[in-house]
């Protein structure tokens, strides 16, 4: 079963954990391909007594771990060196960057860049009238928060956490259950470690099915709509085994190989993209339609951050923000345990500013652009992509706004081909991650073996056929929500296991930054 070579270079599989989580995803996603619509009145009840009764922990969860972030950034922890005194980082800034950016968003940043406005500037919050001047204040600043430093913020105690885990305490593990051991002490060698790691594959294949549930119906429809064909259910399996077969040669061929050159191709890629809208478009109003929303965020961060409306019950904060918080929470273990695998060397504050910071200004850009762009067209030239989007779906109203572009004929495809390159680079780390945990110990210079990593390729492409199957946004939603539950007591016990590290290492010597512990057999 191991697969391990004569050199070492593949790591042994752990029965329990592999199977256990295998068996796991079928039994939950099974049903959807059997019993298909009829599941979707259960799941909209599920959905919504999930994120209604529990906003309160979500939103309060989420701040938490902004507050926890910056005092691990600013605190006398912050120059704690994620490794010993003479490792240096893997990987080039950019490198490092482009792998942490297209693996922590993926090719549903541009699906929803293009939809939040439009749903806002409906649907606004606070009370607004639809498609007033108040409504689009709002239309990105929404958008920029949800995928601002709150949500980056929730992969913060994971990433610091297993970080310190490999490459301070020197521990050959990629279970998030050891890195727990702070707290939970030998009882994570039993079956709640195996419980523990169990939950956290069920929560990373829930977050990557909303994904596909989002941008394989996208990128279905405007091929579709490119080439003049009806949008049926074989277009979108054709789509998902295309999206698969990249994936798959990527996470077979490992992080130096695959990933790493996938993600910097996708960065100069979106690059490219970002800036031909930004030029043909309305330029001007791009920049002060997004300071201005910009503006509104800054002044309501918290009134965002803490919203419920409990009185009038408009389900706008439940629907969005709660939904979103469990989506983050739901990649969190995978994100974490990805940018520890590739932050050897760097600091504490190093990490933290950059997954928090740069990677929300490089959301942002997909917000003032695409989100300005599809408010312009709507407010501003009266293409009702509100409409195509209730009528036909978000799929084709991303469709109808890339033909409003000069060149449309060259650049659909362009934004096709980016959109492959940029879920590809999403799901083959996800695949490279669960394959890793679901290993008994990653040493140094080994890696998990190939035919998991094809298992689990194989295994999410068919998820994602099975969430397309049921179809609808509640069906989608409660993929990510009802799996990310758990994550957020793992969360909070990851954070208590590496303050207690922290401490122990480096409570008393405040000018200590580094320290070497024996590397483990």
């Given at each position: 079963m191991s697969q391990e070579k004569s050199k070492g270079i593949y790591a042994r599989i752990?029965?329990?954990v592999f199977w256990g989580?295998?068996?796991l995803c079928v039994l939950l996603y099974a049903p959807m391909l059997i019993y298909?619509?009829?599941?979707?009145p259960y799941v909209a009840v599920i959905l919504k007594a999930i994120t209604y009764r529990m906003d309160w922990l979500w939103l309060l969860f989420t701040l938490g771990c902004v507050i926890f972030s910056f005092w691990l950034a600013f605190g006398k922890y912050g120059n704690v060196k994620l490794g010993g005194t003479d490792d240096k980082p893997e990987f080039s800034d950019f490198s490092w960057l482009s792998m942490m950016f297209t693996g922590g968003v993926g090719a549903g940043l541009v699906y929803w860049s293009m939809a939040e406005p439009l749903y806002y500037l409906k649907f606004p919050p606070y009370w607004n009238e639809a498609f007033s001047g108040q409504a689009s204040q709002f239309a990105i600043a929404y958008g920029m928060f949800h995928w601002g430093i709150s949500a980056w913020a929730i992969f913060v105690p994971g990433a610091i956490a297993f970080a310190y885990m490999l490459y301070v305490r020197k521990k050959p593990y990629f279970s998030p259950s050891y890195a727990c051991r702070g707290v939970l002490g030998d009882r994570?060698?039993?079956w709640l470690g195996r419980a523990i790691d169990i939950f956290v594959v069920l929560g990373l294949v829930g977050g990557l099915g909303t994904t596909l549930g989002t941008v394989i119906p996208m990128m279905s429809a405007v091929a579709a709509g490119y080439l003049g064909i009806p949008d049926t259910?074989?277009?979108?399996?054709?789509?998902t085994l295309v999206i698969a077969a990249t994936f798959t040669y990527s996470a077979v061929s490992g992080i130096n190989s695959g990933i790493k050159k996938l993600s910097e191709l996708n960065s100069w890629l979106c690059m490219g993209l970002l800036a031909f809208v930004a030029i043909v478009g309305p330029t001007l109003f791009l920049f002060s339609f997004y300071v201005d929303n910009l503006g509104v965020l800054i002044t309501n961060f918290f009134r965002m951050s803490l919203y419920t409306d409990p009185i009038s019950k408009s389900g706008f904060p439940q629907d969005w923000t709660v939904f979103y918080w469990a989506w983050w929470a739901a990649w969190a273990m995978y994100f974490g345990l990805f940018v520890a695998r590739i932050s050897k060397g760097r600091t504490i504050k190093n990490v933290v500013l950059n997954m928090m910071v740069v990677t929300s200004i490089g959301c942002s850009l997909f917000f003032l652009v695409f989100g300005g762009y599809a408010v312009n067209l709507q407010l501003n030239l009266g293409v009702a992509l509100d409409m195509?989007?209730?009528?036909?779906?978000?799929?084709a109203m991303i469709s109808q706004l890339l033909h409003t572009l000069p060149l449309a004929v060259i650049v659909v495809p362009y934004f096709l081909f980016v959109m492959l390159i940029f879920q590809a680079t999403t799901i083959d780390t996800n695949a490279y991650i669960i394959s890793s945990i679901s290993c008994k110990e990653v040493k140094n210079g080994q890696e998990s073996p190939q035919w998991t990593r094809l298992f689990w390729c194989a295994l999410l492409a068919v998820i994602g056929i099975a969430i397309m199957v049921v179809g609808g946004l509640p069906v989608v939603q409660l993929s990510s929500v009802a799996t990310s539950v758990p994550i957020i007591f793992?969360?909070?016990i990851l954070s208590m296991s590496l303050l207690k590290w922290l401490k122990e290492d480096f409570g008393r010597e405040k000018e200590?930054?580094?320290?070497?512990?024996?590397?483990?057999?």
């Amino acid at each position: 079963m191991s697969q391990e070579k004569s050199k070492g270079i593949y790591a042994r599989i752990n029965p329990v954990v592999f199977w256990g989580s295998a068996i796991l995803c079928v039994l939950l996603y099974a049903p959807m391909l059997i019993y298909g619509t009829e599941l979707q009145p259960y799941v909209a009840v599920i959905l919504k007594a999930i994120t209604y009764r529990m906003d309160w922990l979500w939103l309060l969860f989420t701040l938490g771990c902004v507050i926890f972030s910056f005092w691990l950034a600013f605190g006398k922890y912050g120059n704690v060196k994620l490794g010993g005194t003479d490792d240096k980082p893997e990987f080039s800034d950019f490198s490092w960057l482009s792998m942490m950016f297209t693996g922590g968003v993926g090719a549903g940043l541009v699906y929803w860049s293009m939809a939040e406005p439009l749903y806002y500037l409906k649907f606004p919050p606070y009370w607004n009238e639809a498609f007033s001047g108040q409504a689009s204040q709002f239309a990105i600043a929404y958008g920029m928060f949800h995928w601002g430093i709150s949500a980056w913020a929730i992969f913060v105690p994971g990433a610091i956490a297993f970080a310190y885990m490999l490459y301070v305490r020197k521990k050959p593990y990629f279970s998030p259950s050891y890195a727990c051991r702070g707290v939970l002490g030998d009882r994570v060698d039993g079956w709640l470690g195996r419980a523990i790691d169990i939950f956290v594959v069920l929560g990373l294949v829930g977050g990557l099915g909303t994904t596909l549930g989002t941008v394989i119906p996208m990128m279905s429809a405007v091929a579709a709509g490119y080439l003049g064909i009806p949008d049926t259910m074989t277009v979108k399996v054709v789509t998902t085994l295309v999206i698969a077969a990249t994936f798959t040669y990527s996470a077979v061929s490992g992080i130096n190989s695959g990933i790493k050159k996938l993600s910097e191709l996708n960065s100069w890629l979106c690059m490219g993209l970002l800036a031909f809208v930004a030029i043909v478009g309305p330029t001007l109003f791009l920049f002060s339609f997004y300071v201005d929303n910009l503006g509104v965020l800054i002044t309501n961060f918290f009134r965002m951050s803490l919203y419920t409306d409990p009185i009038s019950k408009s389900g706008f904060p439940q629907d969005w923000t709660v939904f979103y918080w469990a989506w983050w929470a739901a990649w969190a273990m995978y994100f974490g345990l990805f940018v520890a695998r590739i932050s050897k060397g760097r600091t504490i504050k190093n990490v933290v500013l950059n997954m928090m910071v740069v990677t929300s200004i490089g959301c942002s850009l997909f917000f003032l652009v695409f989100g300005g762009y599809a408010v312009n067209l709507q407010l501003n030239l009266g293409v009702a992509l509100d409409m195509t989007m209730k009528d036909a779906g978000a799929g084709a109203m991303i469709s109808q706004l890339l033909h409003t572009l000069p060149l449309a004929v060259i650049v659909v495809p362009y934004f096709l081909f980016v959109m492959l390159i940029f879920q590809a680079t999403t799901i083959d780390t996800n695949a490279y991650i669960i394959s890793s945990i679901s290993c008994k110990e990653v040493k140094n210079g080994q890696e998990s073996p190939q035919w998991t990593r094809l298992f689990w390729c194989a295994l999410l492409a068919v998820i994602g056929i099975a969430i397309m199957v049921v179809g609808g946004l509640p069906v989608v939603q409660l993929s990510s929500v009802a799996t990310s539950v758990p994550i957020i007591f793992i969360i909070i016990i990851l954070s208590m296991s590496l303050l207690k590290w922290l401490k122990e290492d480096f409570g008393r010597e405040k000018e200590i930054q580094v320290v070497d512990y024996p590397e483990e057999d």
